[in-house]
């Protein structure tokens, strides 16, 4: 059981809203295990409270803390600091505070590349890929894209302004692949999905009902991959319709499981007990 003291060093997560995250437990293990005098809480933060926020915790001592819907892209402008690869794809998930001074990073990218390629062990080098949303998750899953040798990504969003922003931002990356924007259920889309080694959903859609899909089931094809963000349930319709149809299919657990180990070493400078963090995610998913 976490302690609280004097000492205590704090650390958390700032969205709007919070309350179904998992990764106060999560964190929590792995402060536990290493016997660190730390702790992380989730603290809801709504949109126009941002600056103060953000201000508020660097005033009372935090050492960082990790940013969610809908923040992510917005918190950029109000940091000291932010990396190369956090300001090329214009969203921030993990903010390191030290001697009052911010610096914003972006695990999310290291949570999208570990679990395809060290655990589904996927080689995407010269592939396409199609992601579903246009938001801050997208945003890394596209580097991440682009970290893996994608040579074409098909972009949509309900708000397609908003995927061509992204589109545009995207032109910052180091060997950016080739993006193209469609309509959100239209014929190109489609076409862009059966054409794809690989779909990745950034969207909210099967985060309240995991038998909603972003995209009509029988639109993949037998042996695609499928990366999905939303990770309140054990396995969306879209991970088990790609699992059934023999592809890797990836949930959004392990996305939370790895970013989550990058921003504790960011913070902490230790590198985390991953097996203790997973099942703290295990047993939180099903409490």
């Known amino acids: 059981m976490t302690r609280i003291r004097g000492t205590t060093q704090l650390t958390g997560l700032i969205g709007w809203p919070v309350d179904h995250s998992l990764s106060p437990p999560m964190h929590n293990a792995a402060f536990e295990a290493l016997g660190l005098d730390w702790v992380y809480v989730a603290m809801p933060v709504r949109p126009e409270s941002l600056e103060r926020a953000v201000r508020g915790l660097t005033e009372l001592g935090f050492r960082g803390f990790n ?3 809908p923040h992510k892209e917005q918190v950029l ?154 990770y309140t349930h054990g396995q969306t319709a879209l991970v088990a319709e790609a699992s059934r149809r023999g592809g890797a299919a990836i949930g959004g657990l392990r996305m939370l499981l790895h970013q989550g180990a990058k921003a504790f070493s960011l913070w902490t400078g230790h590198e985390p007990d991953v097996a203790v963090m997973n099942r703290a995610l295990q047993e939180a998913r099903h409490a």
């Not at 060290?118 to 992601?131: K, T, Y």
């Not at 924007?181 to 995991?210: C, F, H, I, T, W």
């Open 67 to 69: 940013v969610t819907i």
């Open 77 to 230: 402008a109000l940091l000291d600091e932010v990396s190369a690869e956090a300001r090329a794809i214009g969203a921030v998930n993990t903010v390191v505070i030290r001697e009052g001074r911010t610096a914003g990073h972006n695990t999310d990218v290291d949570g999208f590349v570990t679990p395809m390629t060290v655990e589904a062990e996927l080689n995407l080098d010269g592939n396409r890929a199609v992601i579903l949303g246009a938001g801050g998750v997208s945003r890394a899953i596209a580097a991440g894209c682009a970290r893996l040798g994608v040579v074409h990504l098909t972009l949509t969003d309900i708000d397609l302004p908003r995927a061509h922003r992204l589109r545009d931002d995207l032109r910052r990356l180091p060997a950016c692949p080739e993006v193209t924007v469609v309509e959100a259920g239209s014929p190109a889309l489609r076409a862009a999905v059966d054409g794809a080694a690989l779909v990745a959903n950034a969207s909210p859609v099967g985060m309240k009902d995991p038998g909603q899909s972003p995209i009509a089931l029988d639109w993949l094809h037998d042996g695609i991959n499928v990366f999905d963000a939303v």
